[in-house]
């Protein structure tokens, strides 16, 4: 059983259409990053989170934190083939922590 | 923007060969370095933590002796599979977060896939 659960694993949605995608724990974390990878590369860090009930935008991306800091989501209006990807997301316990890493969910926007 | 390089990007070797992937901060200094393990479709899992001048931290599982790890200094940490076999075949990434300061992201490499015929 994994501290981070993403939902869903996997979403195959057409250009244009919204997603949303869940990291959800029973255990507080003090941030939480989202990354998005491709393949054959590394993680590319989206965005930290640090408050509870944070909102926070990146052109299409919507990020939120869970006001009581153990679960986040993040929304993509306006899906573009572009944004397909794994998309990951960690959280630290407490600052300097190690991350942990959600089991990801892999997004694919269909032309 | 913080640059973490690893290299080799790829390795293919035979069963018994011991590899060294190394992981540079190229614009900043990191005390503390990070390892995980990646198979096809799946998440990043943590290997070690490794701070510099000091014995990197194993999380449980993982074979020390098997994934020696040096960070010798403050842009260099390095990952040893040794005698590696078939099932160490895998994508192996390392990040890297600014020292003196606790709340910095970890940035991370571009990975390395190693695979072992």
């Known amino acids: 059983t994994q501290l981070l659960e993403q939902s869903p694993q996997f979403l195959s949605i057409q250009e244009g259409e919204n997603l949303t995608v869940y990291c959800n724990s029973s255990s507080v974390f003090s941030s939480l990053q989202w990354y998005r990878q491709e393949p054959g590369e590394g993680p590319v860090l989206l965005v930290t989170v640090v408050t509870g009930g944070e909102v926070k935008k990146l052109k299409r991306l919507t990020f939120q934190f869970g006001d009581a800091r153990k679960d986040s989501s993040l929304h993509i209006t306006a899906a573009q083939p572009g944004d397909t990807g794994l998309y990951l997301c960690?959280?630290?316990?407490?600052?300097?922590?190690?991350?942990?890493f959600g089991g990801g969910t892999r997004v694919l926007v269909k032309p | 923007g913080a640059v973490v390089s690893q290299h080799p990007s790829r390795v293919i070797c035979k069963s018994g060969t011991s590899v060294k992937i190394e992981c540079r901060s190229l614009d900043f200094q990191a005390t503390t370095m990070f390892w995980y393990r990646q198979f096809p479709k799946q998440s990043l899992m943590l290997m070690a933590t490794s701070n510099e001048g000091s014995k990197a931290t194993y999380e449980q599982g993982v074979e020390k002796d098997k994934f020696l790890i040096n960070h010798a200094s403050l842009t260099l940490s390095t990952l040893t599979v040794t005698s590696a076999h078939p099932e160490d075949s895998s994508f192996y990434i390392c990040?890297?977060?600014?020292?003196?300061?606790?709340?910095?992201?970890?940035?991370f490499g571009d990975g390395t896939r190693l695979s072992i015929l």
């Open positions: 990040s890297a977060r600014i020292s003196g300061d606790l709340n910095q992201p970890q940035h």
């Open positions: 960690a959280g630290n316990k407490a600052a300097g922590n190690k991350l942990t």
